[in-house]
């Protein structure tokens, strides 16, 4: 089992950064394949970046291509999104995730824990 808490959410203007940051318990984290979601309102939960787990590899949803860095720390069990060029549409509750699984496309179900979520809130 993991317990998983993010933190650095805020407010920012438009074209600004945020760096996320997800702090999970236990001996394991090495183990777990990671993940980044956000849920805006009205809408579902949805996929934003993840990363394997020895960190070599990354993937992207389309909209945070290029502007979006998810990384990790084995050493310090802690899994980071750095966001760069916020726009409007990036508001949303962000959340952090452990899975075991590492398929093509990647769903929420391939991941068994979640965090509570950061509110992230980009203004115009």
């Known amino acids: 089992q993991v317990q998983l808490v993010e933190s650095g959410g805020g407010l920012v203007q438009a074209g600004g950064s945020l760096r996320l940051t997800c702090a999970a318990s236990g001996r394991t984290f090495s183990t777990w394949t990671m993940g980044w979601f956000r849920q805006a309102p009205g809408k579902e939960r949805a996929f934003v970046a993840r990363?394997?787990?020895?960190?070599?590899?990354?993937d992207y949803a389309d909209s945070v291509k290029g502007r979006f860095t998810i990384s990790r720390d084995n050493a310090k069990n802690t899994v980071y999104l750095q966001m760069n060029s916020l726009i409007r549409e990036d508001t949303a509750v962000y959340y952090c995730?452990?899975?075991?699984?590492?398929?093509?496309?990647?769903?929420?179900?391939?991941?068994?824990?979640w965090g509570q979520g950061t509110q992230v809130t980009v203004s115009s």
């Open positions: 995730a452990a899975g075991t699984v590492w398929r093509i496309s990647p769903a929420r179900a391939d991941y068994s824990y």
């Open positions: 990363i394997s787990r020895s960190g070599n590899n990354t």
